[in-house]
């Protein structure tokens, strides 16, 4: 249910004894938003089903299209949600589920001549699509079915490798797109709607196992949203952890603000492709989406912040927002936030409109690329700026600290061992 | 008078000296960063004088500059966290075979930035900075050039590119940063508006250095105990993962001592540097090899933990001691 649209404005003026309810009501709205957007995602990975549906029942050029429509369909809501992941241990512990990268995709299926796997990754060329039969750490695997157990329970993570990602959107990218073998001109991955042709006219071998892993990764995908969607809902688990106790919800939206600018994208996700000048970083590597999803990334952290989302379908889901509470103790530090959260996104949304023009994101990451290099680099200037606010703003909160609720390691022995 | 004491009042505070962090700039950053760019500028000379693998000169001047290294380590603000410096002079671990990759592109020829070798700096940092120089130096795979092989020309084209960039840090911390950091809480200050805010970038930079140690130095090559994973230990090739250890642990310490050196505010901190830093001597574990040998790796287990521990006594003694608490953390997010 989503209750804050009605107490919209209700924080202006507070006095400090009214601190604490404005405070429950900040994170009320945030679990409505996650509600809503898990929701949304939930449903565009319905259609993506659908969508894969049709193409397994007719390969054709038009239905590969149109599962490949449905999937970037559903990255945007997705990626939205991604400001969720830091600061609740509920989706910390799903996502690599859903979105675990980089991967190693020739544990899935053929790849060209010339591709690496991670380092010690004896599964990185398994192609499990062609292996109804393997052997995993000295133990005899028959995968005659593709099942979810055999892609959840046996190949994600096996031999305890994180490169070992046999299922959620990545997954999925990859069976859809294939290899993105050009990097230095626009162009997406390559595979032919006849890697699903289950008979004659089948390429790539195997298309009916093919098939049924695509068929297998997508529904996991629509079963793991539902789960997640539940857990925001009223009673659920994740709504409960973040609205108990509102100043330590309140830690949490920040600790997830400021983790998935700082250490996910503007120290690995987005820096490392950079440096290390390698599309293999590239976030969306198979279907060069990575522009949109470095977007919808940092419009989830500004939805959060302004207290405010625009659901799949135009309408809007709003109320008392964390910009409101910072607003009450340091109006410049709540301004010059949300200007710098806006700058992150049109920086991203530059990323956007260079793709669009021609210059793919791989292409960017090319050795001596300047403008390409000065285009990503604005993104990371854009998410290290808003970082230092968001300390700051933990500080004005008086909720000082908090950052690191989600610092496990800090104490002691703990999750260090794991 | 009275209206005096109003318009006082409303007068912005203006910093005022800050003696931690006048530690910190003045005993701790300012020879560290010296000593980096002298290191990495012998490094670059003795490249010159000869790019041989097995040189014993070229060698200690590598392990030279990467002693230095882990003495600078600690600083997670100013001028090794721009421009992606810190990767470039130190891009580990890499745990996806980019710097392999990477050489044996260069060196294969299908590259031609040997030919101009001072636009190294373009190249990928897998392929820069002082474990590319390890690689090539130590890595059987790769140290079998002459003098007139391409890996020759690397050798000397990284070198200078590391000489370079430690030039760039120590010429910013001596003419730029030290002063952003002394000035914190100043009107002009953009980047510290208070000098708690500077305090905090230096806690929270040790804080995440130790938890780099516990999760990279010696979490990757630990592994799990049924999957050690004794290849991805730091400095394996060139047998130095134990002296890389003790060598951070004895900057962290340096630091340490320079925020809170007041034994008696940070008592078991102290006690936790004397008895890990003898754990560490002890190990007799060059390589850490050791993970694969039930006893042996007893003992590493046995020293994370204790470092574990180090840090989370130091967040607490410290955090008091400073009146600060940890900002966000570069290694959080995955």
């Known amino acids: ?234 009673g659920g688990a994740a709504r409960s952890a973040i609205t108990t106790d509102p100043d330590a919800g309140l830690a949490a939206i920040l600790t997830g603000m400021g983790n998935l600018s700082y250490g996910e994208m503007a120290g690995q996700r987005v820096k490392l492709g950079l440096i290390l000048n390698d599309p293999e970083e590239e976030h969306d590597c198979f279907s060069d989406n990575t522009p949109n999803s470095h977007f919808h990334d940092v419009l989830g952290i500004q939805n959060v912040y302004r207290g405010q989302y625009k659901r799949i379908d135009g309408s809007v889901v709003s109320g008392a927002s964390l910009r409101n509470a910072i607003s009450e103790v340091d109006p410049n530090l709540a301004n010059t936030l949300d200007h710098e959260i806006s700058e992150t996104l049109q920086a991203a949304d530059a990323l956007r409109a260079r793709a669009a023009d021609g210059m793919s994101y791989d292409m960017m990451l090319q050795v001596g690329n300047d403008e390409g290099k000065a285009l990503i680099n604005s993104l990371i200037d854009g998410l290290v700026a808003q970082s230092r606010s968001i300390e700051r703003a933990s500080a004005a909160l008086d909720l000082a600290g908090v950052v690191l609720e989600a610092d496990d390691t800090l104490e002691g022995a703990g999750d260090v061992f794991q | 008078m009275r209206i005096l004491a109003v318009v006082f009042l409303l007068m912005p505070l203006h910093a005022q000296a800050d003696g931690v962090i006048d530690r910190v700039v003045d005993e701790f950053a300012l020879p560290a960063v010296a000593a980096f760019a002298e290191r990495a500028e012998a490094l670059n000379e003795a490249a010159k004088s000869t790019c041989a693998a097995e040189h014993p000169a070229l060698r200690a001047a590598w392990n030279a500059a990467m002693d230095a290294w882990l003495g600078i380590q600690d600083l997670r603000f100013g001028p090794l966290e721009d421009a992606a410096r810190r990767q470039a002079i130190a891009y580990w671990p890499d745990t996806r075979g980019h710097r392999e990759r990477a050489l044996s592109r260069i060196l294969s020829g299908q590259d031609p930035i040997l030919t101009t070798p001072d636009r190294y700096n373009q190249e990928p940092v897998s392929a820069r900075g002082l474990y590319a120089i390890e690689t090539m130096l130590y890595d059987p795979d790769f140290n079998h050039y002459g003098p007139s092989d391409p890996g020759c020309l690397l050798v000397r084209a990284a070198s200078a590119d590391l000489a370079a960039i430690a030039a760039e840090v120590h010429n910013e911390w001596q003419n730029e940063f030290a002063d952003v950091m002394r000035t914190a809480g100043e009107p002009s200050n953009t980047r510290f508006l208070d000098s708690t805010e500077a305090r905090q970038a230096v806690f929270t930079a040790l804080l995440t250095s130790i938890q780099f140690d516990v999760l990279e130095r010696l979490g990757l090559p630990l592994g799990t105990f049924d999957k050690p994973r004794p290849l991805r230990a730091e400095s394996r090739l060139s047998g130095r993962s134990q002296r890389n250890l003790e060598l951070s642990l004895a900057g962290h310490d340096r630091l340490a001592r320079a925020l809170v050196p007041d034994a008696a505010a940070n008592v078991v901190t102290r006690e936790d540097f004397e008895r890990i830093g003898w754990m560490a001597a002890e190990l007799d574990d060059p390589d850490f090899s050791g993970v694969e040998n039930p006893i042996r790796r007893f003992r590493l287990e046995a020293l994370q933990s204790a470092f574990a521990l180090l840090r989370s006594e130091m967040n607490r003694e410290l955090s008091a001691a400073l009146g600060v608490t940890m900002g966000l953390n570069a290694l959080d997010g995955d």
């Open chain 1, 1 to 234: 249910m989503l209750r804050s649209c009605i107490i919209l404005v209700t924080t202006f003026g507070a006095s400090v004894s009214g601190w604490a309810s404005d405070r429950a009501q900040v994170v009320e709205t945030y679990s409505d938003i996650a509600e809503a957007a898990y929701s949304d995602s939930l449903t565009m990975a319905r259609q993506l089903q659908a969508a894969v549906d049709s193409l397994i029942a007719s390969p054709s050029e038009s239905t590969l299209d149109a599962a490949r429509s449905a999937w970037l369909a559903a990255r945007d809501p997705y990626m939205q949600t991604e400001v969720y992941r830091f600061g609740n241990p509920i989706v910390d512990d799903w996502e690599g589920k859903v979105n675990a990268w980089p991967l190693d995709e020739g544990l899935i299926d053929y790849v060209a001549a010339g591709y690496f796997g991670a380092g010690e990754n004896e599964l990185a060329e398994l192609n499990v699509i062609a292996s109804p039969r393997f052997a995993l750490s000295g133990r005899e695997i028959e995968a005659d079915v593709i099942t979810a157990e055999l892609l959840s329970d046996v190949l994600q993570e096996a031999g305890e490798n994180e490169a070992n990602v046999a299922t959620g959107y990545h997954a999925i990218e990859f069976l859809l797109w294939g290899q993105d073998l050009t990097s230095n001109a626009p162009g997406a991955g390559q595979r032919p709607y006849s890697d699903f042709v289950v008979g004659e006219g089948c390429t790539g071998d195997n298309c009916d196992r093919r098939a049924e892993y695509l068929n297998v990764a997508t529904d996991l995908l629509v079963s793991d949203l539902e789960w997640i969607a539940a857990q925001w809902t009223d």
